[in-house]
Structure formats: structure tokens, C-alpha cells
T-cell receptor, first 116, second 116 residues
Framework: NAGVMQNPRHLVRRRGQEARLRCSPMKGHSHVYWYRQLPEEGLKFMVYLQKENIIDESGMPKERFSAEFPKEGPSILRIQQVVRGDSAAYFC??????????????FGEGSWLTVV | AQKITQTQPGMFVQEKEAVTLDCTYDTSDPSYGLFWYKQPSSGEMIFLIYQGSYDQQNATEGRYSLNFQKARKSANLVISASQLGDSAMYFCAMREGVGANSKLTFGKGITLSVRP
């Protein structure tokens, strides 16, 4: 059973470029979450998506950041015109059902973005 | 107020001994779930254990157990018979309620170092 797959694991971008991070959820999981981890910090929620729908984007910065989870293919977190402060680890997680309290969500190995 | 509080400084434990990692939480929702994740130096987030707010017994998973004290709003992780591979960051997290916007909120983490 493949777990949550994220790629790339490491990405280096110059300021002003775009970063695209991909996440394939576990088989049978239709709920995807993106979290960001800044150095020395815990994970901060960004966005929760189901297929073709954004359910909760309360943690997403208002500008430059967007996320999608199309009917076919992986979920994409897109950061336009990256700045040094975007350097962080971005984690994707998935769950088989909606966020009922007892439902464990499983994380991918993370994508480390470095902006130079 | 912080939802999840992990205030211990870096923790050290001798190999084969037990260690307790503290976590307190804050919620007014009667339905919630508490999670512990391990993040080794390689960066991935590994699910360890889950405790539901209505669970009558403390959760256990192998060498991990969760000391759930509902009245005190604490959910401490106990690792028995520590191993060198347990050296990592440990994050406590909570999911509140059952609504569509229920999401994991993480603490800042605790660093555990196991000494040989």
C-alpha cells in the first residue's frame, strides 16, 4: 500500500519564480489537507480539499497561494512569485472520510521548499 | 489561547527507560480527537497514537501509550523502553468537532533525545 506521495521532496526556487508541489493521497482517500511547517515550529493548517472542491482555505495566505484537487490527478499547491519567507516544509495529508474526530489522517514525507 | 500546548524543553532519556512527553489542550467542543506524531531528522511525519474524547480507556500502541486525563485536559505520551531510534521531534495535535471545517491543530513539538 503506497502512502501519501509528495513530490518533489526538495525544491529550490529563486525569488519571483513559481513553486508547484504535488500530492497523491493514499488509495481510497478523497480528502486532502496541506500544512506548512516553518523552521522550529509545528505544522500550520493551510487548506482542506475534496475532489474538485476547496472545503476550507482559512489557513492559506490571501495572495500568491492556491490549491486544487482535480477529478483526475494529484492535488497541487501552487505558490506564485515566491519570497524567502515561503521557505518551509509543506506537508500533504489524506484521509478516507471527512474530518470526523476519530478519523486519522496520514501525512506524506513533505516537500522542502528553499527560496534563494 | 493556544489550542495545544507543549512546553517541555528538550527531553533526554536513557535507552531502555520510559519517558513522558506532556501535552495540554484547550477546547469547548465535547467531541474531539487527540493525536501524537513523530518527526525524525529525515522530516516525515509519522502517526503514533490516537485518543478520542469519548474513549473510556487510554489508547495504547505497542510501546506508546496515551495518558488521557480529560478533566485536566492533558494527553501525555508515554514511551516505554526507549530506543535510540526514538530520538525525534514529537508533536501533539487535536481535531475538534465533526464539522467540515474540523482540522488538526498542532503544538510546537518537543525534542526527545535518547542516550545510549
Amino acid at each position: 500500500n503506497a502512502g501519501v506521495m509528495q513530490n518533489p521532496r526538495h525544491l529550490v526556487r529563486r525569488r519571483g519564480q513559481e513553486a508547484r508541489l504535488r500530492c497523491s493521497p493514499m488509495k481510497g482517500h478523497s480528502h486532502v489537507y496541506w500544512y506548512r511547517q516553518l523552521p522550529e515550529e509545528g505544522l500550520k493548517f493551510m487548506v482542506y480539499l475534496q475532489k474538485e472542491n476547496i472545503i476550507d482555505e482559512s489557513g492559506m495566505p490571501k495572495e500568491r497561494f492556491s490549491a486544487e484537487f482535480p477529478k483526475e490527478g494529484p492535488s497541487i499547491l501552487r505558490i506564485q512569485q515566491v519570497v524567502r519567507g515561503d521557505s518551509a516544509a509543506y506537508f500533504c495529508a489524506s484521509s478516507p472520510q471527512g474530518p470526523i474526530s476519530g478519523n486519522t489522517i496520514y501525512f506524506g514525507e513533505g516537500s522542502w521548499l528553499t527560496v534563494v | 489561547a493556544q489550542k495545544i500546548t507543549q512546553t517541555q524543553p528538550g527531553m533526554f532519556v536513557q535507552e531502555k527507560e520510559a519517558v513522558t512527553l506532556d501535552c495540554t489542550y484547550d477546547t469547548s467542543d465535547p467531541s474531539y480527537g487527540l493525536f501524537w506524531y513523530k518527526q525524525p531528522s529525515s522530516g516525515e511525519m509519522i502517526f503514533l497514537i490516537y485518543q478520542g474524547s469519548y474513549d473510556q480507556q487510554n489508547a495504547t500502541e505497542g510501546r506508546y501509550s496515551l495518558n488521557f486525563q480529560k478533566a485536566r485536559k492533558s494527553a501525555n505520551l508515554v514511551i516505554s523502553a526507549s530506543q535510540l531510534g526514538d530520538s525525534a521531534m514529537y508533536f501533539c495535535a487535536m481535531r475538534e468537532g465533526v464539522g467540515a471545517n474540523s482540522k488538526l491543530t498542532f503544538g510546537k513539538g518537543i525534542t526527545l533525545s535518547v542516550r545510549p
